[in-house]
């Protein structure tokens, strides 16, 4: 997976993410709280906004904090995509991990290889 797949990858969860929770609060009323946020990552992942990663942090940050209960569904890819603050999220161990299957990707692609991802994951996982 080069750089632009991978951005696309990312694109493709925080979209399937935010489907996902404007689906599940759907039926709250319009000025509940957790649906206007499912209503932010909406417009965040249908804008691909230049300053994405700006943008996203805070999201993320009321989801953990004020919404504790749909945190275990977002995408913990995306809490290491995004960074920064996003890392308070994540156990050393996931950090670490991550931080192989990045370091595995990029050397694929200065290599001019193309690594499967899940395929990196589930070996340093020990789950082949």
């Known amino acids: 997976m080069n750089d632009e797949q991978y951005l696309l990858h990312c694109r493709q969860l925080l979209t399937d993410f935010a489907q996902t929770l404007c689906q599940r609060t759907d039926a709250l009323p319009e000025d509940d709280s957790l649906r206007a946020l499912a209503a932010d990552f909406q417009r965040l992942a249908e804008s691909g906004g230049s300053d994405l990663y700006g943008e996203a942090a805070p999201l993320i940050d ?4 004020t919404y504790p209960d749909f945190a275990p569904t977002f995408p913990r890819d995306l809490l290491w995509f ?7 999220f994540m156990p050393d161990e996931e950090i670490a991990l991550h931080q192989q299957l990045d370091e595995k990707r990029s050397q694929a692609a200065s290599a001019g290889e193309i690594i499967d991802l899940q395929a990196a994951r589930a070996k340093l996982l020990n789950l082949q």
């Open 82 to 88: 995004f960074g920064g603050d996003c890392l308070h």
């Open 62 to 65: 009321r989801l953990f904090t």
